[in-house]
């Protein structure tokens, strides 16, 4: 269920939509940390698995409606969900009717990469099973370097970039692809970052006297705030660090919110310098 109450960033509010929960192994998601660490600030769902949401950020303001990722989709076989633990399915259509909007009336869909629990809402089966864009008034905004990845992909890249997520993005006219950083609309910005993927972005809003920082898959959680907790899953771990370094410092410095899209405990905080979370805005509890 979307909560009602909004996270107010200056003139935009942002809602966390249910776009599904599945579960990954922990050695994947905080890659060489032992699980004696991790377990303390994230504890596990059933042995060494842990919760991961997958839940597309919502942006209303200056008359427009912004989306940051899209969930897991309603396109995933049978042996894809088992693979993947799926608890509860891709909603996303029930979330933006609980605060009065449809996707006809989502203006800008941002991508922060292409991997599969990331775009796996762009395209969906209608009620035929046939594939349309779910969001068919939108402009998608994406880094050039992650489309070339998804147009011609690596073998690691391959096993999470997957065709059926893309089938008529490009000839819908709605691509917009972005070389490096840009202002999307008055204070939503995009940044280029790399790390995680080769093409992986980040968003950054201002407005009024906030800052809100959305750092996709280089902060997955709140447990991941130590630099060096990086994932397996991370294509440029290295990189992922500085990454981290830099944003933290300015977040903590500047008490930035940060936003977040996996974390089933936390969906926003501000953090001090030791990584302890401060006015967080927590996840209603699950069943």
């Known amino acids: 269920m979307?909560?009602?109450?909004?996270?107010?960033?200056?003139?935009?509010?942002?809602?966390?939509?249910?776009?599904?929960?599945?579960?990954?192994?922990?050695?994947?998601?905080?890659?060489?940390v032992p699980k004696v660490l991790w377990e303390k600030k994230y504890?596990?769902?059933?042995?060494?698995?842990?919760?991961?949401?997958?839940?597309?950020?919502?942006?209303?303001?200056?008359?427009?409606?912004?989306?940051?990722?899209?969930?897991?989709?309603?396109?995933?076989?049978?042996?894809?969900?088992?693979?993947?633990?799926?608890l509860q399915p891709w909603d996303i259509h029930q979330s933006l009717e609980q605060i009065g909007l449809n996707a006809e009336k989502i203006d800008y869909v941002i991508l922060t990469h292409c991997d599969y629990d990331h775009?796996?809402?762009l395209v969906q089966y209608d009620?035929?099973?046939?594939?349309?864009?779910?969001?068919?008034?939108?402009?998608?905004?994406?880094?050039?370097?992650?489309?070339?990845?998804?147009?011609n992909?690596?073998?690691?890249?391959?096993?999470?970039?997957?065709?059926i997520n893309f089938k008529g993005v490009e000839e819908s006219g709605n691509l917009e692809l972005i070389d490096g950083n840009s202002e999307l609309l008055k204070g939503v910005f995009v940044e280029y970052t790399g790390g995680h993927n080769r093409g992986h972005q980040i968003v950054k809003i201002i407005s009024g006297n906030e800052v809100a920082f959305h750092l996709g898959d280089i902060l997955p959680s709140h447990a991941h705030f130590n630099p060096?907790?990086?994932?397996?899953y991370d294509s440029y771990p290295l990189d992922v660090i500085e990454l981290k370094e830099k944003y933290l410092s300015e977040i903590v410095e500047k008490q930035c919110w940060v936003l977040f899209y996996h974390d089933p405990?936390?969906?926003?905080?501000?953090?001090?310098?030791k990584g302890d979370t401060l006015f967080s805005k927590e996840r209603e509890r699950r069943n």
């Open 228 to 232: 060096l907790w990086v994932a397996a």
């Open 2 to 32: 979307v909560k009602k109450d909004p996270l107010k960033i200056g003139s935009y509010e942002i809602f966390w939509l249910d776009g599904g929960v599945f579960h990954l192994d922990g050695g994947g998601v905080f890659g060489v």
């Open 127 to 151: 009620k035929n099973g046939e594939l349309e864009p779910t969001f068919p008034n939108a402009k998608i905004f994406l880094q050039r370097k992650e489309w070339e990845d998804v147009k």
């Open 43 to 86: 504890p596990p769902f059933t042995g060494n698995n842990v919760l991961m949401e997958a839940s597309p950020i919502l942006l209303k303001g200056e008359d427009k409606n912004i989306l940051i990722d899209t969930g897991l989709g309603n396109k995933l076989t049978e042996k894809q969900k088992k693979i993947y633990g799926i």
């Open 265 to 273: 405990h936390i969906m926003a905080c501000k953090f001090n310098e």
């Open 119 to 121: 775009v796996g809402g």
């Open 153 to 163: 992909p690596n073998k690691r890249a391959a096993h999470s970039f997957w065709e």
